[in-house]
């Protein structure tokens, strides 16, 4: 089977230099300084926590180095399969592996150990409350584990500044407002809202304003996580 390709969503890229939480510093010096093969890293917290991001950060920097990467999660169709030359594996979203999903989890993590290959995996919940079979379970839980903390409110409007100016938007306190307000708060469906925003802005040259965020809403439906009237 051919290698599942790494989903790494459009630019920037996640990177370490990109990620914003300063609750999170041991997960993040852990990750920059891993000389990989080391014990597997585990990274457990809610939605909008930065356990994808600093996955695809890793993995982003293997790349960098000329390292190939394998990803695979709860939707990866099977059969999974290992490559004897990746530096690293990555599965995500491990609390939401079916029984089938764990069997070819757990066949990837023996198979990471015998070939030196690198696991760092990502789940909602830690190791010891994940319903997931026991023997993938220890394995998940045997290497360092790190909770994740979701980034405060003064480091998301942070973060979607930096993002907004990169570019080129002038994204006013009247909209940052509205933005943190109004829509689920975590700084990844706040950049995919203000990614939708972009767009529609540019695509009727206008500036980026609380009622055209209104007339994207009327016309294109709210995000995923809702929004106030």
């Not at 990274?43 to 190939?68: F, I, M, N």
């Not at 993002?163 to 994204?171: N, P, S, V």
């Not at 304003?209 to 929004?227: F, K, N, S």
């Amino acid at each position: 089977m051919k290698q599942i390709p790494l989903p790494i969503g459009p630019e920037p890229l996640p990177t370490f230099e990109s990620f914003h939480s300063a609750g999170n510093a041991a997960a993040l010096a852990h990750l920059r300084a891993l000389v990989m093969p080391a014990a597997p890293v585990y990274l457990w917290g809610g939605p909008g926590s930065g356990k994808t991001h600093l996955l695809r950060a890793l993995a982003h920097a293997c790349q960098q180095s000329g390292q190939r990467v394998g990803w695979f999660d709860a939707a990866s169709a099977l059969p999974w399969t290992l490559a004897p030359d990746w530096a690293l594996v990555v599965i995500d979203r491990c609390d939401a592996l079916d029984a089938q999903a764990q069997q070819a989890a757990f066949t990837v993590f023996v198979e990471a150990g015998t070939h030196g290959v690198q696991v760092a995996a990502a789940g909602r919940v830690p190791p010891v409350d994940l319903t997931v079979r026991e023997d993938l379970r220890s394995r998940l839980g045997w290497g360092h584990v790190f909770a994740l903390q979701p980034p405060t409110d003064s480091e998301t409007r942070a973060a979607l500044r930096r993002e907004a100016d990169r570019r080129g938007i002038f994204l006013s306190d009247e909209v940052m407002d509205h933005l943190q307000t109004r829509f689920a708060r975590d700084l990844g469906s706040l950049m995919g809202l203000l990614d939708r925003l972009d767009r529609f802005a540019l695509a009727r040259s206008r500036p980026v304003t609380v009622p055209l965020l209104r007339q994207m809403l009327a016309e294109e439906g709210p995000p995923a996580g809702g929004a106030a009237p």
